[in-house]
């Protein structure tokens, strides 16, 4: 499945940003689907990730309450809500999809090109 991020930019802490992500192959409404982020220096992190039909969301502490993950199987979507952004928030963000019942940690099945997310304070 190949992958394609967009909506980052810059923003005010505080503020909000929704990244997109576009999708093609087929079986999307099977994938899990996935953010991660990294910034400059720091390992690359699972943000959050939703399962086949949207029951199953997870997210990482820091973005509990802040950030919200959805999909749209109709458009091969997936959106990351991001509110009350933070300047520790600031990091490339990436789009993934993953098998059902494959760690996030090990081979992805589609991995996308990022976009820069950045917050002033």
């Known amino acids: 499945v190949q992958l394609q991020a967009s909506g980052g930019g810059l923003v005010q802490a505080g503020g909000s940003l929704r990244l997109s992500c576009a999708a093609s192959?087929?079986?999307?409404?099977?994938?899990?689907l996935g953010w991660f982020r990294q910034a400059p220096g720091k390992e690359r992190e699972l943000v959050a990730y939703?399962?086949?039909?949207?029951?199953?969301?997870y997210y990482e502490d820091s973005v509990k309450g802040r950030f919200t993950i959805s999909r749209d199987d109709a458009k091969n979507m997936v959106y990351l809500q991001m509110d009350f952004l933070r300047p520790e928030d600031t990091a490339g963000y990436h789009c993934?999809?993953?098998?059902?019942?494959?760690?996030?940690?090990?081979?992805?099945?589609?991995w996308g090109q990022g976009t820069q997310v950045t917050v002033s304070s």
């Open positions: 993934a999809a993953q098998v059902y019942g494959r760690s996030w940690s090990g081979q992805l099945a589609g």
């Open positions: 192959g087929r079986n999307f409404s099977r994938w899990r």
């Open positions: 939703i399962g086949s039909g949207g029951v199953t969301r």
